[in-house]
């Protein structure tokens, strides 16, 4: 402040001197004498000048307000976008529509060759039907002798009761009988082997059926729901396509998308509230996760990943529309608040410059949530307290 005064003052000493040579200068150049002429001369040289404060000190009261801490993106309105692939390598065989048809719920949008997948499913299903055949064949023969052994048994026992001990054939009677019970024993044996083997194959090749079934199935790619096509693969019948590659891709144009920077699953899940801000509204988001091979892919290929975000508009937008996606991490609602400006650092402590009775006075505030603009004020301050913005 002292070497403003001083600087002022040299400014003033010069403007004096300088007003002193042109008044000089005047007289000697012949201008009309006397006191008329020099007041006319005076009037004509001096100039009024006003000089502007140097410092201007601002205070702002401490008051109630919200406090919210938030990360805004950029952002364009589009459809709902989903890129489909088949869900398992093929060769290609044919597009069922083109670009820009308008498609319903399940239309088959585009087909690969499934024929060597359908010849070996009818192959596995005819030897799953022989073995099945074979099986049953072989245990209603072997259930058919049991009934007969046991008829013979019942008879065998019937006659043994009949025959007195050790008289006549009694012994042959005996050994007939334990000659059917081994037959049967063997049978029941017989059966468990054929039963157990049956039970072992028949899964094997009947697994190898359903994913003959499922690649049959899903080389059909569909459309999963009602949309218009606005890109597809270049490809043409032979061509072997991956199922990492997107083939279709099928806009939702009932369904509205806020695109923009990337943003972590974690953030948006632990997020207060998001919302799209365009033109002067808001309007609540839902956020939409990155498929993991998409954002993989992007990053092997050193591309910005994109996060999108559905929102629900009561009126139609319009896509191409350029938008502000709002990720509200938390916020404290009508609180005592301090603007930023008005705080300062020392070490691990904040503090304000307080007018009080006597001027400037120290005071540290513990604060809270903070939001780039206010500081949500914890303690130190009271509402009405005037501070100072330096």
């Known amino acids: 402040m002292a070497m403003m005064c001083q600087y002022l003052r040299k400014k003033i000493n010069v403007g004096v001197w300088a007003l002193a040579a042109v008044l000089a200068l005047g007289g000697c150049a012949g201008e009309p004498q006397g006191a008329e002429a020099s007041q006319d001369s005076t009037q004509s040289q001096v100039r ?210 806020a695109m923009g920077d990337y943003v972590t699953r974690r953030d948006a899940e632990k997020a207060e509230r998001i919302y799209v801000f365009i033109d002067g509204e808001e309007y609540d988001a839902e956020y939409i996760p990155m498929d993991q091979k998409v954002y993989s892919a992007l990053m092997a290929k050193q591309q910005t990943p994109y996060s999108g975000f559905e929102i629900f508009p009561p009126e139609p937008l319009e896509f191409g529309h350029m938008a502000r996606i709002v990720v509200q991490e938390e916020s404290r609602m009508q609180v005592l608040v301090v603007p930023g400006l008005a705080v300062q650092q020392e070490g691990a402590r904040r503090y304000c410059y307080r007018k009080g009775p006597q001027g400037r006075e120290k005071v540290y505030v513990e604060t809270g949530l903070y939001d780039g603009l206010n500081y949500e004020v914890l303690g130190g301050l009271q509402e009405g307290d005037e501070v100072y913005i330096d």
């Open 48 to 257: 009024s000048v006003t000089v502007n404060p140097l410092h201007q000190v601002q205070t702002t009261q401490v008051k109630t307000g919200d406090v919210k801490k938030r990360k805004i993106y950029e952002g364009i309105i589009s459809p709902y976008v989903q890129e489909l692939r088949f869900p398992e390598d093929g060769v290609f065989l044919e597009y069922r529509v083109s670009l820009g048809d308008t498609v319903r719920k399940g239309q088959t949008l585009a087909v690969t060759d499934v024929s060597a997948y359908r010849d070996q499913a009818e192959s596995l299903q005819e030897q799953i039907d022989e073995l099945t055949r074979k099986y049953l064949y072989e245990i209603a023969t072997r259930d058919n002798s049991l009934k007969i052994y046991e008829l013979e048994l019942e008879e065998t026992y019937k006659l043994i009761d009949l025959t007195e001990y050790m008289q006549g054939n009694y012994t042959q009677l005996c050994i007939n009988a334990g000659n059917l019970v081994s037959r049967m024993d063997r049978l029941e044996l017989e059966k468990k082997h054929l039963t157990e083997s049956y039970e072992l194959e028949l899964p094997y090749l009947q697994e190898q059926l359903a994913d003959c079934q499922k690649k049959i199935r899903s080389n059909v790619l569909k459309a999963p729901f009602a949309g218009t096509v606005t890109e597809l693969q270049p490809a043409v019948s032979g061509d072997r396509v991956s199922k990492e590659l997107p083939m279709v891709v099928l806009a939702d144009t009932t369904r509205y998308l």
